[in-house]
């Protein structure tokens, strides 16, 4: 009971928190952007609260399966979240970032945009699925509360304060909920690794438990791999860091909040290594650790975890569920009639949330103990829809809209196949190649067959020696990767293999973006997406809708 009246005094506190933030979100743009106010502190706590709460569940299971090398995975969000302040602030900032789909849209045509709409509304409930079932798990073992009940209510509560003040809502909920976390973290540090030789008691059958490799290095280049593609798809991050009032203030924030995400890469791995050193013996490390922690920690120190837990709960979802429902009904639902009208865009993204939060639940009790999985199928739909297209949008104009369709259509369905092909297993995959691979890869080959297709005899080699010269380079590389391809089948690496193939593709591709341009723009100045896009008349009418 006492615990029950904890969460009920914080979900009032944070509601109370959301009704106060309704003042800053004065019309559309505001609710979606937060008026591009956000300074360095804001962007900071979002940011840190954002990433920190997305390592937790993820180092937490992989630190109990794998031992220490699960802080790449932490290290893996940190180099994803440095790229996009670093290279994508400022061209995103530029064009009005409001959605990847949107952003789609603007080029590509309503098809392109709604397609991607779709894929990002039903990805985005996957990623932010496993904090939710990470807290849920956590109350079960602990509390035997119903699974559902808490899925349901978590993100029940997580639509009610995003929805009263957007985006706004969110920076100052931040605060509380990463001060809960942070707060819960140290305390179950504390009592699980206190006395406790985390890095010398050897694991049965697992000599390279305490080693930082311990895993394997295919599943860390796969995370290397997966966040830095990330980075081009990231629409919750860009969202929050393009709201800063400037460029360097943006940039800043995330900056300091990679310093402080260090910590919070180390601390859920060896939670999770102290779980399995222990000897608790379970499928997942987030039914491991709640289990160890009640043999390790008074009764008190239990609940405060429990909350701690609830709040990084809290922490990834909200934003997830914020942004893929801005793309649902900002890009999907809201029709052009619509677009001008305030009350029908926060309508529309209320809907959307439901409709998310909906999601999470069905998929969390579809496979409840399966993250891994639904972690490989999120990223392969989302990543062959997204990542091709969003980077031709940047860098090469002469794509046009039916390929950028096909890509999508082709990459998601060869990414689906490809993991269909082993049942839908999360790590057994055919000739250990993930999925994301196949169909990351193969969209971004039809981008680039598509185009050439299509602009046959309106291609020349790009004018500027510098652009030609390093897709000539990355070409060669490219290409070298794909020949030595059949001799990783033969050695130990042979689990690369998808690696090293989709990297091959990844510098075809920018060959093929770096070194050609359009003939009629060969003699132009050329125009910079960024100044076209702030034309673009239904964007700047949302973003200043009163």
Not at 401 to 430: D, K, P, Q, Y
């Amino acid at each position: 009971m006492l615990f029950l009246a904890l969460i009920l005094v914080y979900t009032l506190f944070l509601l109370l928190i959301s009704q106060y933030s309704k003042r800053r979100t004065k019309n559309v743009g505001h609710f979606f952007d937060g008026g591009r106010s956000f300074g360095i502190w804001h962007v900071f706590v979002m940011m840190t609260a954002m990433w920190g709460s997305s390592m937790f569940a993820v180092e937490l299971d992989s630190g109990y399966l794998t031992g220490l090398s699960a802080i790449w995975y932490g290290f893996s969000v940190i180099v994803s979240s440095l790229l996009v302040a670093s290279v994508l602030l400022r061209p995103f900032r530029g064009i009005g970032y409001l959605t990847n789909s949107n952003l789609l849209g603007r080029v590509y045509g309503k098809k392109a945009r709604d397609l991607a709409a779709l894929v990002i509304g039903l990805t985005f409930p996957i990623f932010a699925m496993k904090n939710v079932l990470a807290a849920a798990t956590y109350f079960h073992v602990m509390l035997g509360w119903n699974l559902a009940v808490v899925l349901i209510l978590t993100t029940l509560l997580v639509i009610l304060y995003v929805s009263l003040g957007g985006l706004w809502s969110l920076a100052y909920v931040q605060i509380a909920n990463l001060a809960l976390f942070t707060v819960g973290l140290a305390v179950a540090a504390y009592y699980s690794l206190h006395g406790h030789a985390v890095f010398t008691t050897p694991v049965p059958k697992q000599p390279h438990f305490q080693g930082l490799a311990g895993g394997g290095l295919a599943m860390i280049l796969v995370w290397f791999g997966m966040n830095i593609l990330n980075s081009v798809s990231a629409q919750a991050e860009f969202q929050t860091i393009s709201s800063a009032k400037s460029v360097r203030k943006g940039k800043l924030g995330v900056y300091v909040s990679s310093i402080v995400l260090i910590g919070f890469a180390i601390v859920p791995t060896l939670l999770g290594m102290a779980a399995r050193t222990h000897h608790i013996v379970m499928k997942s490390g987030l039914l491991a650790f709640p289990t160890y922690l009640r043999m390790v920690a008074p009764h008190w120190a239990v609940l405060l975890v429990g909350l701690g837990f609830w709040a990084a709960a809290l922490i990834w979802c909200a934003p997830l569920m914020f942004s893929g429902a801005s793309s649902f009904g900002l890009d999907l639902f809201n029709r052009k009639q619509q677009s001008h009208d305030t009350s029908s865009v926060r309508r529309f993204t209320r809907l959307s949330m439901l409709i998310q939060g909906a999601l999470i639940v069905i998929y969390a009790l579809v496979r409840p103990g399966e993250l891994a999985w639904w972690a490989v199928f999120g990223l392969t739909l989302r990543n062959a829809a997204i990542v091709g297209p969003t980077l031709t949008f940047l860098l090469w104009p002469a794509v046009r809209e039916r390929t950028v369709i096909a890509s999508m259509i082709i990459g998601v369905a060869s990414g689906l196949g490809w993991n269909a092909l082993t049942g839908f297993s999360a790590t057994a995959f055919a000739f250990d190649i993930n999925p994301m691979w196949v169909g990351t890869g193969l969209s971004m080959i039809v981008i680039i067959f598509g185009t050439l297709l299509e602009n046959h005899g309106a291609l020349q080699w790009n004018k500027h020696p510098w652009k030609r010269n390093v897709g000539y380079a990355l070409g060669v590389i490219g290409l070298l990767l794909i020949i030595a391809s059949p001799l990783l089948m033969k050695t130990a690496f042979r689990s690369l293999l998808g690696v090293d193939l989709f990297l091959g593709i990844l510098f075809l591709f920018f060959t093929a973006m770096l070194s050609t341009e359009l003939r009629e723009h060969a003699n132009e100045v050329s125009t910079s997406i960024t100044q076209e896009s702030k034309r673009d008349p239904d964007v700047r009418a949302i973003a200043h809708t009163n």
